[in-house]
């Protein structure tokens, strides 16, 4: 953290406050919080990083919808789960309008999403959005029914892919030992 501060430092003594770097700054800021247990301060940080973002880029772009799931994540992670769904929502608008819905980042909003609703113990939504964000990496994966998984095929990003199955799967194991 020490050295984030004194990077922070040396960039806006060289840079200015507003520059691009700085915002990445106060993002690494955030994610360093965010794994230490301290979310208010990482969203304070996302949000200065989000600020400058906004100065730099459109709404549409996708450093925006980084920030938007950087602070899904904080808040889900705080436990406020209505600002982190309002935050990953966002993201997903964003990312599905730029990539498409074959993108590892829209399976990032979905398993963030999935995330938040497995919290709230809302299964049947959390299996949905894990199936979503499979659906997302697997190009040729279109079947709705969330007990089926895809063939091996075709698929964006295996790591993401990987994540979003064990996540499923995770949810459903939880599903199905509620109701025995």
């Keep these: 953290m020490e050295f984030y501060l ?11 406050e507003d520059h691009p770097y700085i915002a990445t700054t106060y993002s690494n800021l955030g994610a360093v919080n965010s794994e230490m247990g301290n979310y208010d301060k990482a969203i304070e940080y996302y949000n200065k990083g989000f600020n400058i973002q906004l100065k730099t880029f459109e709404e549409t772009h996708p450093s925006i919808a980084k920030c938007y799931e950087n602070l899904g994540n904080a808040y889900g992670k705080k ?3 209505k600002q982190g769904i309002k935050y990953f929502t966002k993201a997903l608008s964003i990312n599905s309008d730029l990539f498409g819905k074959y993108h590892k980042e829209v ?5 963030g ?3 938040i609703y497995y919290n709230l113990e809302d299964l049947d939504k ?3 959005y894990f199936h979503k964000a499979i659906q997302a990496v697997v190009y040729d994966f279109t079947e709705e029914n969330i007990y089926i998984s ?9 790591v993401d ?6 996540k499923k799967a995770e949810t459903l194991y939880e599903k199905w030992e509620s109701t025995n």
């Design 79 to 81: 436990h406020d789960y």
């Design 107 to 111: 399976n990032h909003a979905y398993v």
């Design 6 to 16: 004194k990077a922070m430092n040396i960039l806006i003594e060289s840079l200015g």
């Design 161 to 166: 892919l990987m994540l979003a199955i064990e």
């Design 126 to 128: 959390a299996a949905a």
């Design 150 to 158: 895809p063939m091996l095929n075709h698929i964006v990003s295996k």
């Design 113 to 115: 999403l999935g995330n």
